[in-house]
Antibody
Framework: EVQLVQSGAEVKQPGESLKISCKGSGYSFTIYRIGWVRQMPGKGLEWMGIIYPGDSDTRYSPSFQGQVTISADKSTSTAYLQWSSLKASDTAMYYC???????????WGQGTLVTVSS | QSALTQPPSASGSPGQSVTISCTGTSSDVGAYNSVSWYQQHPGKAPKLMIYEVSKRPSGVPDRFSGSKSGNTASLTVSGLQAEDEADYYCSSYAGSNSLVFGGGTKLTVL
């Protein structure tokens, strides 16, 4: 069974760093891209970027380029999303999702809620 | 890379059909047959309902169908049921390994 399990909710202060994770299981982690999607409170889905774990090739939405870093560790079948300096506007639910063959997300993680508040 | 345009809301009575539109440009929806639709219930992760414009993943009822004409894709839900009430999002490939989502449509079953 394909599963993506994300790390737990986080509460951080502005300026702090954060790295959240997404662990894949039940499939060959290195041959499917993993994407990250932001959903701000009460708002829609936003594509942040994607990584191919096989060679760590990464693409970012222009809206998120330079704001976050996406990475992956093949040895643990885990993808990551990290911030070096959080802002209040980063408060959102973040989903990871597997990109199936084609431009579609066929499996999703349960989401990680990130709250940034002083 | 602007968001695709969806109507904020749609509604229908049980048993009726409703169609949700998703308008992009000649650089995304119009350029590729890579439009997907996702259903999201409150507090839940999105679920893939349609991919490659009109294909249904295993387990998705055939009441859900998709189509595309030019820069606009559409999702039709036939025989509306109470459990279809949810938010629906379209997405399209936009080139260079990038995707773009629509703003979402809240479907209400009256």
């Amino acid at each position: 069974e394909v599963q993506l399990v994300q790390s737990g909710a986080e509460v951080k202060q502005p300026g702090e760093s954060l790295k959240i994770s997404c662990k894949g299981s039940g499939y060959s982690f290195t041959i499917y891209r993993i994407g990250w999607v932001r959903q701000m409170p009460g708002k829609g889905l936003e594509w942040m970027g994607i990584i191919y774990p096989g060679d760590s090739d990464t693409r970012y939405s222009p809206s998120f380029q330079g704001q976050v870093t996406i990475s992956a560790d093949k040895s643990t079948s885990t993808a990551y999303l990290q911030w070096s300096s959080l802002k209040a506007s980063d408060t959102a639910m973040y989903y990871c999702a597997r990109q199936g063959f084609g431009e579609l997300f066929d499996y999703w993680g349960q989401g990680t809620l990130v709250t940034v508040s002083s | 890379q602007s968001a695709l345009t969806q109507p904020p809301s749609a509604s229908g009575s049980p048993g009726q059909s409703v169609t949700i539109s998703c308008t992009g440009t000649s650089s995304d929806v119009g350029a590729y047959n890579s439009v997907s639709w996702y259903q999201q219930h409150p507090g839940k992760a999105p679920k893939l309902m349609i991919y490659e414009v009109s294909k249904r993943p295993s387990g998705v009822p055939d009441r859900f169908s998709g189509s595309k004409s030019g820069n606009t894709a559409s999702l039709t839900v036939s025989g509306l049921q109470a459990e279809d009430e949810a938010d629906y999002y379209c997405s399209s490939y936009a080139g260079s390994n990038s995707l773009v989502f629509g703003g979402g449509t809240k479907l209400t079953v009256l």
